[in-house]
């Protein structure tokens, strides 16, 4: 989960551009068979559970619709099929929206928001007593994926002006783990859980420097679905957002109630009660539609979108016809757009949630 990278962001640009120019312009038009990806992270896992225990069949039997869930092992794979038009809906990393479908053309909306990394994502070390002691130092990361965001965060909340003060070295989700573990060169990286807590516990000179709990919402994980579809087809959203707060609402009770969706996500995820516990601690989830209609509403959500969006113009992941921060507009929640209202791209839509704290789904 969270790999978004400048390259691979690129090629769909040069790739698929006059595509997706076509398909934000075209009517969605109504239908009644929809497709939902989701990857292997906790945030996003009562999906799966949605499916398996057939409340997300229950909700779109409401609407007369159908939703085929799906688990993709693959996270940039699953966008790309979101890009393609293969998937209706994904879950994804608030700044990938931004940076891969927005970016790339897609007129994409942020429709349900799942949870925000409040502690999954750190910044360690083996040798550095203080963010500030990386200066020049090489750390390893997934570049342009949330953890070089947090790095960049970390870096100019002490005092640095940014990634430009270190040097960082590219390094897959998959690998980053071992190479930490294994490799007495790599002292500093950037990662998320599960990753993290395996470098961590394998590692006993290492100091946690800077973690996502300092930067409350800044790395959120929703589900994204194409404009237009939402538009026409309303009913997808509904259905999707009822069900997913109806297996939140289980987790939230506890007890016998929480119990058949933690063991799903436990296995789900490859690991037991006290490693899914690890996950769910570090990680706030919006359990009603009132918390999330709330958080997508509030201005500090504004304000979290001008910092992705800025530092992701300043990576290069607007693509390279972009001159300026403001070449992709991002429309908030009340209508407000940072960058260009000719060339909105990017949503945020509080309405499924609003509908679901007034009891509306």
């Given amino acids: 989960m969270k790999t978004s990278l400048r390259a691979l962001t690129q090629f769909l640009i040069i790739a698929i551009g ?33 499916k398996e225990s057939g409340i997300l069949k229950k909700w779109a039997d409401k609407y007369g619709i159908e939703i085929e869930m799906m688990p993709i092992n693959d996270y940039v794979g699953s966008i790309n099929q979101f890009i393609s038009g293969d998937l209706d809906a994904v879950g994804v990393a608030g700044m990938d929206a931004l940076t891969m479908p927005a970016a790339g053309g897609v007129d994409t909306s942020i429709f349900l928001i799942t949870d925000y990394s409040n502690g999954n994502d750190v910044l360690m070390s083996k040798s550095a ?11 390893y ?18 005092g640095l002006s940014g990634v430009g003060e270190v040097k960082t070295v590219n390094i897959s989700d998959a690998d980053i783990a071992a190479a930490y573990l294994s490799n007495a060169d790599i002292q500093n990286a950037a990662a998320w859980k599960p990753m ?35 538009k026409d087809n ?24 929480a119990k058949p969706v933690n063991d799903y996500m ?44 800025k530092f992701s113009f300043d990576r ?46």
């Fill in 18 to 50: 006059a595509a997706l120019a076509l398909a934000g312009s075209a009517s969605a038009a109504q239908k009644t068979a929809f497709k939902v990806g989701y990857s292997i992270y906790v945030g996003f896992m009562p999906m799966g559970y949605m």
């Fill in 129 to 139: 007593t203080s963010v500030a002691d990386l200066k020049g130092k090489d750390v």
């Fill in 141 to 158: 990361l997934v570049e342009y994926s949330v953890s070089h965001y947090l790095l960049n965060r970390a870096l100019v909340m002490n």
């Fill in 196 to 230: 993290t807590a395996d470098m961590i516990a394998g590692s006993p000179e290492t100091k946690v420097l800077f973690d996502s709990s300092e930067i409350p919402g800044e790395i959120m994980d929703v589900f994204i679905g194409n404009t237009q579809v939402l």
């Fill in 234 to 257: 309303p009913a997808f959203g509904k259905a999707l957002t009822g069900a997913w707060y109806e297996a939140l609402a289980a987790i939230k009770a506890g007890g016998d109630t």
């Fill in 266 to 309: 436990a296995s789900a995820l490859g690991t037991d009660q006290a490693g899914l516990k690890t996950q769910i601690d570090t990680t706030f989830f919006f359990y009603t539609p009132a918390e999330a209609a709330t958080f997508l509403s509030d201005a500090k959500t504004g304000t979290i979108m001008d910092d992705i969006r």
């Fill in 316 to 361: 290069g992941l607007f693509g390279q016809g972009a001159t300026s921060v403001d070449a992709i507009g991002i429309e908030l929640a009340d209508g407000t757009v940072l960058g260009d209202p000719a060339n909105v791209k990017l949503r945020i839509d509080a309405s499924y949630a609003k509908l679901g704290a007034d009891g509306g789904l």
